[in-house]
């Protein structure tokens, strides 16, 4: 499958989508578990290790993107709204090891719909500053986001 990725600098947005041969419960839990996010979140080499995760309203997950030399790169996501199995809403924001956020942050919204038993994910991410947006897309953002849908790809798989 691909993920096909709209930007929009107008409105400060990029819209991502992929469709994934799985059923929507399997998919949700790929999203919203911190062991299963681990085993396919960063982009190979890089591996995702969460350190504390509530998925909650007001919860939060605190995670690293680790480096194949062990170089830590913190991310902090704030749930904002879920509605379970189709919807939910993150803050995330680069940070250090002791969760300090690096604001501006950007919004996420996350949407799940199943159709045929496979099960479409779109997420919009506002990004409070135009600058903050294009500093997202320079690290790498779509391709790196791309190899990590393709690891869940591989997870979903060895899960039938």
Request: hydrophobic share 40%.
């Amino acid at each position: 499958m691909k993920t096909t990725y709209n930007v929009n600098k107008e409105q400060q947005t990029v819209t991502v989508e992929r469709t994934f041969a799985a059923d929507k419960d399997l998919v949700w839990d790929a999203f919203t578990t911190a062991e299963i996010l681990d085993e396919w979140w960063a982009p190979k080499p890089f591996k995702s290790r969460t350190k504390a995760m509530d998925f909650k309203v007001g919860g939060r997950r605190f995670y690293a993107m680790v480096s194949p030399e062990g170089n830590e790169m913190w991310s902090i996501q704030k749930y904002i709204s879920i509605s379970p199995k189709d919807h939910f809403k993150i803050l995330s924001a680069f940070a250090d090891e002791n969760e300090n956020p690096q604001l501006p942050g950007s919004e996420w919204s996350l949407n799940f719909t199943e159709e045929s038993g496979t099960t479409k994910v779109t997420i919009v991410i506002f990004n409070e500053s135009l600058e903050r947006m294009e500093k997202m897309i320079a690290m790498g953002f779509k391709e790196g986001f791309a190899m990590a849908h393709d690891n869940l790809d591989e997870y979903l798989a060895s899960k039938k």
